[in-house]
């Protein structure tokens, strides 16, 4: 039943130097659908893929609203997320009842991660079985971070997280060159595009997704985009995509349809290789 | 005192244990300093205030500083009490140091600093032992000015030219006459000179030994770190203000 017997408790090491709890509670964040975000100077995107449990259940939310400048897409347990999220907006609303003033991400990123580091080293306590991706703006421009259960953090320019991630990570680490000059209207399309790489051969519509972002400047608060925007983006940048999953299905069924879908159907292979989400 | 006799067992047990009883919630002020007065000029904003620190009405001191730089981007001009000023700069300090501590590229500016001194005197007004002080906040960050006012009791608000105590008598009636948007920064030097001039006619508390403090929007100077520069002046009443030194870069 156990995998060994150093993986009954979080602050038990093995032989090899590792935390098999901590490790475990990083493989949730695999099992989860998948998440990405990425940015430019002046934006932020994140996106989720929902996946309903049951036919006749609705899907969990995966993206929150933090604050007007923060937001946070998971993948992972998401009742942890929900606790996660909600003390990042009690921190936030906390700074600026004493400095009438957004907090900056960099520090609450800090935070969050001191918090779930905390988990790790207490005998009593299991990791969050959560990652984040929090994205914002602040001082010093557009922020995007992961944070794990271990209490790590990184800054990325773009990351993806959650199940078949890799397939999405393949697709932003080829394109995540202009991703600095971007606008926000390409900034989505690349999201919906990474996103649509995790879905392998499934139709990516606005049922399935959710897609959310923050800006600089006035009216660019962060939000997340209603259904009809969302679908409406999809119409507008994936008519090809739509049907390049329907090609892969078919199997080699139709080249004919040019350039974009060449380049999905070239994306699907990685994708598949990168199924498992083993690696990392 | 004796509240204790008529109490049960129970309750005197209570009134015992709890400080409650021994705790001196209204306090008054001791050594107090009299206005200041401040007002924004075409590229930063002025600050001016005597030296000195009166014990009850006798004018004890010559040589207190009731303005002091708070960060890289605010001054800090204090009238009331003079060691309630000195708990609210160790206070802000504080915030400072832990702010700078992050190392991040963010920093309090004059809005953060002026938001959290409202929240601090608010806070300790409500415990029914407030700070002693009326304090004017003024600075300049991101080409920004910024000057705003806290009272004792935490009423708060920002404007182009404010003062306290008797400055708001005597003070703001000129600056209301003749501030302008666009006064230099000689110009502002005498509208204030002006100001403490009258102040020191007409209040028994002022002294003749005048500070004034300002900050400015350093691009003004051609400076290619666009860093904010304090400087420090010292002046007499007899018009002769003469530049002290930088005290702060960066």
Not at chain 1, 235 to 256: L, M, T, V
Not at chain 2, 29 to 46: A, F, M, N, Q, R
Request: glycine residues 8%; aromatic residues 10%; charged residues 20%.
């Amino acid at each position: 039943m156990f995998r060994n017997q150093y993986d009954t408790d979080v602050t038990t090491w093995s032989p090899a130097g590792r935390l098999f709890q901590v490790e475990y509670a990083m493989e949730a964040v695999k099992q989860g659908s998948a998440a990405i975000g990425l940015r430019s100077k002046t934006h932020v995107v994140l996106a989720s893929v929902n996946k309903a449990n049951n036919e006749l259940s609705s899907h969990q939310k995966k993206i929150f609203k933090v604050d007007d400048h923060i937001g946070v897409a998971i993948a992972g347990l998401t009742a942890d997320g929900r606790v996660l999220s909600r003390y990042m907006r009690s921190e936030c609303i906390n700074y600026s009842y004493l400095y009438e003033s957004p907090l900056p991400i960099g520090r609450l990123v800090v935070q969050l991660a001191d918090k779930a580091q905390v988990c790790t080293q207490r005998s009593w306590k299991r990791p969050y079985g959560v990652g984040l991706l929090v994205g914002g703006l602040d001082e010093s421009g557009a922020h995007l971070y992961y944070n794990c259960p271990s209490g790590n953090y990184f800054e990325y320019q773009a990351f993806a997280i959650g199940s078949r991630s890799q397939a999405a990570k393949t697709y932003l680490e080829r394109k995540f060159g202009n991703f600095m000059e971007s606008s926000r209207e390409n900034l989505l399309k690349d999201a919906l595009f990474a996103l649509r790489e995790t879905l392998q051969g499934e139709k990516l519509t606005s049922s399935n997704c959710t897609v959310a972002v923050v800006g600089v400047g006035k009216g660019e608060e962060f939000q997340i985009l209603d259904k009809e925007t969302v679908q409406a983006l999809i119409n507008e940048f994936e008519i090809a995509g739509e049907e390049a999953p329907a090609a892969a299905d078919a199997e080699d069924a139709a080249p004919e349809q040019g350039g974009a879908t060449e380049q999905g159907a070239t994306d699907q292979g990685p994708g598949n290789e990168g199924a498992a989400p083993m690696d990392i | 005192m004796n509240m204790v006799s008529s109490s049960t067992p129970a309750t005197n047990m209570n009134s015992l244990m709890s400080s409650e009883d021994n705790i001196q919630r209204t306090q008054y002020p001791y050594v107090t300093g009299t206005s200041v007065v401040g007002i924004k000029y075409k590229d930063g904003i002025l600050l001016a205030g005597d030296m000195g620190a009166s014990y009850g009405s006798t004018l004890r001191n010559k040589t207190v500083d009731r303005i002091q730089p708070i960060g890289k981007h605010s001054l800090i001009g204090a009238s009331g009490d003079i060691s309630d000023f000195q708990e609210i700069l160790r206070k802000l300090n504080e915030v400072i140091l832990y702010d700078n501590m992050w190392d991040d590229g963010n920093s309090l500016g004059p809005k953060e600093v002026h938001n959290y001194l409202t929240r601090l005197i608010y806070n300790r007004r409500n415990k029914f032992d407030p700070l002693w002080n009326s304090i004017v906040l003024g600075g300049v960050k991101n080409g920004q000015k910024y000057l705003g006012m806290v009272s004792m009791i935490g009423v708060h608000f920002e404007d182009n030219h404010v003062a306290t105590g008797f400055g708001n008598h005597l003070a703001r009636p000129i600056l209301r006459d003749e501030w302008h948007e666009n006064l230099t920064f000689e110009e502002g030097v005498k509208l204030l000179e002006k100001c403490m001039r009258v102040l020191l006619y007409r209040d028994r508390s002022a002294v003749n030994k005048i500070r004034v403090c300002f900050l400015f929007i350093s691009n003004v100077l051609n400076d290619l770190l666009s860093a904010f520069f304090l400087h420090i002046l010292y002046s007499s009443i007899s018009l002769d203000l003469r530049f002290y030194g930088v005290n702060a870069a960066s």
